[in-house]
């Protein structure tokens, strides 16, 4: 099942519901037209019914929803429905909400945009934030399994390509948000800049309370930890895991649309 959503640029989410005969697996993606730029990639199970939630913060002119059948799914029916962007009421100074613009520009076009050895830069206008694109990072000399990383005293973001293209929207913005809140938000609460789990959190708190799928955090900080298997890393994923659920509850920021 293929169809076009007018999507115009705007804040929303679409609730995709799927209908089966017993149990099936589906991929559903949505993307823009433009390669290596999805919203959305997921592979699911449905148990003869299911709904799919998929925000969309930002959006293209047009949006292509696809529901692929996997396994045990001759036949299926997909309705899906627009609504509102659930977003939370975050507190943003003027130096995120910037970031967060130049983050959401390149997250939309990197996947099509081509990088360099040397390194291509992005920057904002004023040249306050600036990404190094890299086809992959380098670190002494050797491939780096990272998909990012954050200059500690010159704040220049190198990113990886690579590790990029396979991501949707979403996760290539929870990276970036993690690296930018290594040097721009764990030294306003008084914490190292090398400090893992402030970032990870300071990260969550501006890309949940936006709208971005919770799904896609978790798996990308997964896909991450799982490269690089260690006692910590582990602890960081159960924070993570509890801070998501905690933000839900509206701990931290109360619903602002839904």
Not at 149 to 175: E, P, Q
């Amino acid at each position: 099942m293929e169809k076009i959503w007018e999507t115009g640029k705007r804040q929303l989410a679409l609730d995709v519901l799927i209908k089966c005969e017993g149990i099936c697996r589906f991929r559903v993606t949505a993307s823009d037209i433009q390669k290596n730029t999805k919203y959305a990639n997921r592979e699911i199970e449905v148990n003869g019914s299911r709904n799919i939630y998929i925000s969309f913060p930002t959006s293209p002119e047009q949006i292509k929803i696809v529901v692929s059948p996997i396994a045990n799914s001759k036949d299926f029916l997909v309705n899906i429905k627009e609504k509102t962007l659930k977003t939370y009421q975050i507190y943003l100074d003027s130096e995120a909400k910037k970031f967060v613009k130049f983050a959401q520009v390149f997250s939309a076009k990197s996947g099509f945009s081509p990088a360099s050895p040397k390194g291509r830069f992005f920057r904002t206008e004023d040249g306050y934030f600036n990404i190094r694109y890299y086809p992959i990072i380098i670190d002494q000399g050797k491939p780096s399994t990272s998909p990012a990383r954050i200059g500690h005293k010159t704040g220049i973001i190198d990113v990886s390509k690579l590790h990029f293209d396979r991501y949707t929207i979403a996760m290539r913005m929870c990276i970036l948000l993690h690296e930018f809140s290594h040097k721009y938000r764990n030294p306003k609460i008084d914490l190292e800049i090398s400090n893992e789990v402030g970032a990870d959190l300071n990260c969550l708190y501006i890309y949940l309370g936006l709208g971005y799928s919770k799904v896609d955090a978790i798996f990308v900080y997964a896909n991450v930890f799982l490269k690089a298997q260690s006692d910590s890393n582990m602890l960081r994923m159960r924070k993570i895991m509890d801070y998501i659920k905690r933000f839900e509850d509206q701990e931290f920021a109360k619903i602002l649309t839904e």
